[in-house]
């Protein structure tokens, strides 16, 4: 097939169809597929095995280097078209970590880094809280400067963390935690600190939260935490911007997650169409069916062809670059949108075209009708898209 702009290469779509393989091969027996209750805790066999296939390792090319944003798309895509669990699995293991591949020490990464991209140590990205959810930088975790005895303010020897997140993937589970704190009285994204806190840290407890997105998710409190400068992400006071050039780098990729759960419903619906019979003749031949095939294929498509070119302008300057409709966040933004929003149309048209089936639990649609909702609230609502998207428009 010829390459164009706007088609992966031979060696892409090689790399996408071993991931594949892999994923129904070695991992999809491990998911926990369809009870409930296990789907509220962190799969560690299924992520152990994600270590040893090396797929993990490839969100983490070394310090301070980000993944590349094609190859974080091609895996989300692939690995959701076969096991939501497994994706879901290894994006958070990327957004928990990433803060400290970009910015943490190289005490921090010979400490974390063997243990994550092994899949033996479970990580999560703690930035939203009760008060604090689009609008991120309204976060009131309080980091109060820790003196010590007889200590003077200037020679804090660090912080204590006092206050809660929530709807934290991974939490309570996870064994490390990029946490963004206040740690002076600047409002909003000023006077914002992250650190890498250990799930062990005394005053750190949490509890999970039952959600209809069928991954781990819970609630942390911070009870006089304590951390030191040795614990400080990046700069104290840069902790906003930590955040957000980890959110730059995983945008595309939500949307390439709802590419392939959009390519899985229309796969499924395709071949339903053909082999479930109604009115003499197959479904498909019904022509409003074959308008709905079409209509699911033609967004599915559309979606992933933003979804690549946004990831393709990432990369092409590391985040950076040309402001407006066609730099890297005008790009992201409306791969963002349009994929988790084509994502929710095409998996609840394959569950119209089943019909009763797709409905009973443990049903490939029925656990992505309940995936697809969310990625369309976080990362990012659809509407904080469109706002970006207008803003973009006028630069
Ligand atoms: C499944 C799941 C997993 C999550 N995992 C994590 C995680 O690992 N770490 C983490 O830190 N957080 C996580 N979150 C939290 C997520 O980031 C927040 O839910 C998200 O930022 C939205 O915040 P909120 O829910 O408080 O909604 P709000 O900010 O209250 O917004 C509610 C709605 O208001 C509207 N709205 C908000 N702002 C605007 C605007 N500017 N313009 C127009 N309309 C607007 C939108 O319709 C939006 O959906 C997760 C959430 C879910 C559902």
Redesign the pocket.
Known sequence: MATTAFALDEEQRRFCAQVREQAAERLLPLAHKDDPALGERVNRPLLEEMGRLGLLARLFPGAGRSAAALDLCLLRESLAQVSTEAETALA?QG??FYPVVQSGSEAQLARWLPEVASGRAVA???????G?????AALALEATPDLGTGGAAGAARGWRLDGE???????PEADLYTV?ARTGPEAGARGVTAFLVPADRPGLTGEPLD?I?P?P?GRLRFDGVPVGREDVLGEVGGGFRVAMRTLDLFRPSVGAFAVGMAQAALDAAVAHAAAREAFGGPLRELQSVGHRLAEMATRTEAARLLVYAAAAAYDANGGTGEAGLHGPTGRAAMAKLFATEAAQYVVDSAVQLHGARALQRGHLLERLYREVR???????????Q??IIARELYR
């Open positions: 958070l957004l928990g999560a990205f703690a930035l939203s809280e009760p604090a959810g689009s609008d991120a997140k929530c709807w934290i993937s991974n939490a963004f959600m997105s991954h998710i969310a990625p369309r609230v976080y990362e990012g609502a659809s509407e904080v469109l706002s």
